[in-house]
């Protein structure tokens, strides 16, 4: 099958050089790390679908950049260069950093570190699973992040964060003073009303599967838009696609069908409704509390916490 | 006793959800521990990680604010150049010498180009090309 695939490859980019061991032993990596993310052992065939599914054209282009062709190096420049800096451009704060953030990336291709008095380059690193240009993509956005970490070294990531995570977590959960003795009583009991409250959804979300983390993660924390998640599960062998066309009539009919962005909303709609129900049974159970204290819980939930709607980005679609 | 309003609940676990899931991953900073490599990361956005390994990735994902955030700017830049073609080569003009590229821009990030190991793959007719050149 590599063969096969190799022979392709090379008939497409004759002047490449690339050896079929080199070719052979990258192909191996990345089966190998396929093989060992799961301590089940593959069938055969799903490691032969884990090859078929490799972008081998751009490993190809890869390892022979890796091993310092050329014409590879020639043909990567001329079909990468200007939308590395293009991307690079979007990403940087300014030109400089985007022209310097391009050529460290190049440097770090061609690779300056020698191991073993060979040279490693970057290239070797790339598996073929994603697209070349994707893992390009993600290699300039680390090399910025790299760059803004050197610009700011004065700055350590501790000292970046202190403003923010649990001080902030806990001056926004505490109550204005009502004041007076009354009030104290009114307090205690709210204190613990609240505390139950905020056990509950910790709880609650603790309990979700990790595909509806993922998802709430991605929507509240990283605020990407439906659009975004969608596009993510868009590919026909993506996990979370498996997942929104889980018991989807539509999927039997039609595996490759699009994944809308309703369906990501019916997803968010009944991950809410599972964390309302695992809310409920863990105030419930847990903290004791009747029908009249939890609806106390979620009326001072509501008053305390802003809340945003699910079709907050529904109009940016 | 009147009956549970579930649409004005769900409404308001929504909005305690949204401030929690802000409160406690949002601003954690970057932990130390292992990340997501580059191509894992990669293959992840583009929807390339099968059913085997999507479990170790989506577990780590949920509990690396970096990964995640990571993955989420990954995602919005794929979505901002989703339709850039790929340049196909120019079939006329002529390869420069990798050493040329890459020691003019040793020597405009480092100062020199010294010291770096311009070893590359030649192949034996290019090679032969060469050496009656060396010999003149």
Redesign the interface.
Known sequence: MIREIFAGCKANAPNF?VQPEWFRESIGRAAGR?IS??QSA?LES?IE??IA?LQTEDLYLAVACA?????A???F????R??LE??AR??ASTEINAQ?VV??V??EL?G?R?VDGE?VSKFS???G???L???L???I??SLVDLHRASHDEVS??E??EN??EG??HA??AVPSLGGEDSMIDEITRHRYRSA??SA??SA?ASLD??E??L???Y???N?KL???A????????????WFQRKSPTREKNPESRIHESTIMRWL?KS??K??KL?RTELGTKHSLG??EI?IC?EL??QD??????YKNLSAT | MGQIDIRGEEMRVQGLLDRFLNLRFADEGVKGGSHLDEDSLTAFVEGNVGEREAGPVISHLVDCTYCLHVTSELAKLQAGFADEPVNAPVAESQPSRLSEILGGLMTKIFGTGDGVVFAHHESEEEAEEEEPKEDE
């Open positions: 050089n396929f993310s799961s593959p799903e679908d884990f599914q091993n310092g062709c050329e014409r190096w020639w043909e420049d001329q079909m990468h200007s939308y293009r991307v979007h990403l310097e050529d460290t190049y440097v061609y300056t020698v040279r690193t790339y598996s699973r994603g697209s240009r994707g893992w993509r993600t290699v956005w680390h990531l501790d970046m964060t923010v995570g902030v977590a926004n959960l409250t905020v959804i910790e979300f990790d595909h983390k993922l709430l993660l991605y509240h924390v990283e990407m659009r975004e998640i596009r993510m599960a868009e590919n026909k062998n993506s996990p979370l696609r498996d709609e809410y409704g964390v309302l809310f029908d009249e609806a979620m939930a509501t916490l802003a809340s945003r709607s699910l």
